[in-house]
């Protein structure tokens, strides 16, 4: 086990997974010297033979290259991981047609494509980048799988998972907390990922299945249901209240696991479901209309 902050755990599973499969490819942004805006990628060409010395690619500084590039790459056998910066640029045909391969072919069709990028509010962050909207687009969209860490084990843990799924995913990285946890109070001083139980990390390769919600405290007063940055601030939240709560980590959004949320609301006959985005058409609104009647 190793001490990471999610930045290093993203960048381990991208180690362990390109150490073992040449097909697994990086294209974006600033990715291969400088390892992307936030260093999450890889930075070195450790691959350099002359048949894998494609296998980290910068793309043009054009809104959806990345993606585009990744889609094409497909047909030649690889499995392209894209790395995108900014979020809103890319919501562009490609995702639909993405799905659109993965959803009506079964298994006769796949399409292995990983789209990372950076999500949800941060210090600092103008623009689209003071909200976390973007997971319930790409929730909408069919055939698309879309996931959100809570911690760097996790982070890890489910990039691999991801990297290896014959499907097209959307994993999005927190900002907030590539560093440390956050309990949401601005003024406090930052908290390491060394301090955190979820900040050791194998360091070789283990997976964390897509799917499967995170039961991340257990009690019997009330059921919270999160993701992300949010995690830590709804642990903080229930111990300054005293409240004895069931928090849930989705850590998946699509598909979702339902029947973990909806047997800990059963239990608890209370649930409070916290987000990042608008509240709404947010992510949120889709757990809210989803936990009646799994419960009742």
Not at 137 to 161: C, E, Q, R, V
Not at 197 to 219: N, R
Request: charged share 20%.
């Amino acid at each position: 086990m190793a001490q990471m902050n999610m930045i290093q755990a993203i960048r381990s599973a991208l180690d362990v997974v390109m150490g073992k499969d040449e097909s697994v490819v990086v294209l974006g942004e600033d990715v291969g010297y400088f390892g992307g805006v936030f260093r999450s990628a890889p930075t070195d060409s450790r691959r350099g033979t002359a048949s894998t010395a494609w296998w980290m690619r910068r793309s043009p500084r054009a809104a959806s290259s990345a993606p585009r590039s990744a889609w094409v790459s497909t047909g030649s056998g690889r499995s392209p991981k894209s790395s995108l910066r900014y979020v809103y640029p890319r919501l562009r045909p490609d995702r639909q047609r993405a799905g659109a391969v993965a959803l009506p072919h079964g298994s006769d069709l796949t399409s292995p494509v990983r789209e990372v990028a950076p999500s949800a509010a941060a210090c600092a962050a103008g623009e689209t980048r003071l909200a976390s909207p973007a997971e319930g687009i790409f929730t909408h969209i069919s055939g698309i799988k879309t996931i959100m860490p809570s911690n760097p084990y996790d982070a890890k843990g489910l990039l691999i998972s991801a990297i290896e799924s014959d499907d097209p995913i959307v994993f999005f990285e927190p900002k907030r907390i590539y560093n440390g946890p956050f309990d949401g109070d601005p003024d406090k001083a930052a908290v390491s990922w060394a301090s955190h139980p979820k900040g050791e990390v194998p360091e070789e390769y283990f997976t964390v299945p897509l799917g499967k919600a995170d039961v991340v405290e257990e009690g019997d007063e009330l059921t919270i249901i999160t993701y992300g940055t949010l995690v830590h601030v709804a642990q903080a939240a229930a111990k300054l209240t005293g409240v004895n709560a069931d928090i849930i980590d989705v850590r998946t959004l699509a598909p979702l696991d339902v029947a973990t949320l909806a047997e800990s609301v059963k239990k608890t006959g209370r649930c409070l479901i916290a987000h990042e985005a608008t509240r709404f058409s947010g992510y949120g609104a889709e757990l809210t209309a989803t936990m009646p009647g799994q419960v009742l």
